[in-house]
T-cell receptor, first 112, second 112 residues
Framework: GQQLNQSPQSMFIQEGEDVSMNCTSS?????WLWYKQEPGEGPVLLIA?????ELTSNGRLTAQFGITRKDSFLNISASIPSDVGIYFC????????????FGQGTELSVKP | ETGVTQTPRHLVMGMTNKKSLKCEQH?????MYWYKQSAKKPLELMFV???????ENNSVPSRFSPECPNSSHLFLHLHTLQPEDSALYLC???????????FGSGTQLSVL
């Protein structure tokens, strides 16, 4: 079945550093979503992307929908300790009933 | 508060017990989902309900039995579970099956 390759699997950074993570697939997606999950909680939607080439920001977060429609990246600028968590990408196929395919997650640790 | 409430937050059960997980969404959505999240694995879709009708069962063992009495409530009935079923069970909802998902906080299940 379809798979998303999300990288890196984990990151250990210093507070104030910028962060970049990405997802790639062999499938073409019509929607890309980025979620953040904190310990003991469910994933929370950060950014939704609907068009190839689209670049969207949410505060210090910026995500882009790749022009090939097979990839997406998420950048976090000037990281802070509360950015800690697991970040998931998810791609949505328009066929197969709009099924959402999730990446494996990127675990982010921020050292004050 | 995401508008999706799951209870209980934590559950410990023996392999011979019967228990139920409950999910309620206050967002007026028409689609509801059960996902399983195990450590180091992507989110696994279990069931999809659209307008109270089950539209997807992702080859889930029969010891998991979902119930959707209306568009706002979703249950997952559990019986004779195995230790490998220990995981975080997440409920989600969306306006339709092609829309972005909103997750609850999950039920952390431990099967002894």
């Amino acid at each position: 079945g379809q798979q998303l390759n999300q990288s890196p699997q984990s990151m250990f950074i210093q507070e104030g550093e910028d962060v970049s993570m990405n997802c790639t697939s062999s499938s073409i997606f019509n929607t890309w979503l980025w979620y953040k999950q904190e310990p003991g909680e469910g994933p929370v939607l950060l950014i939704a992307l609907y068009k190839a080439g689209e670049l969207t920001s949410n505060g210090r977060l910026t995500a882009q929908f790749g022009i090939t429609r097979k990839d997406s990246f998420l950048n976090i600028s000037a990281s802070i300790p509360s950015d800690v968590g697991i970040y998931f990408c998810a791609g949505q196929l328009n066929n197969q009933g709009g099924k959402l395919i999730f990446g494996q997650g990127t675990e982010l640790s921020v050292k004050p | 508060e995401t508008g999706v409430t799951q209870t209980p937050r934590h559950l410990v059960m023996g392999m011979t017990n019967k228990k139920s997980l409950k999910c309620e969404q206050h967002l007026g959505h028409n689609a509801m989902y059960w996902y399983k999240q195990s450590a180091k694995k992507p989110l696994e879709l279990m069931f999809v309900y659209n307008f109270k009708e089950q539209t997807e069962n992702n080859s889930v063992p029969s010891r998991f039995s979902p119930e959707c009495p209306n568009s706002s409530h979703l249950f997952l009935h559990l019986h004779t579970l195995q230790p490998e079923d220990s995981a975080l069970y997440l409920c989600a909802s969306s306006q339709s099956v092609r829309e972005k998902l909103f997750f609850g906080s999950g039920t952390q299940l431990s099967v002894l």
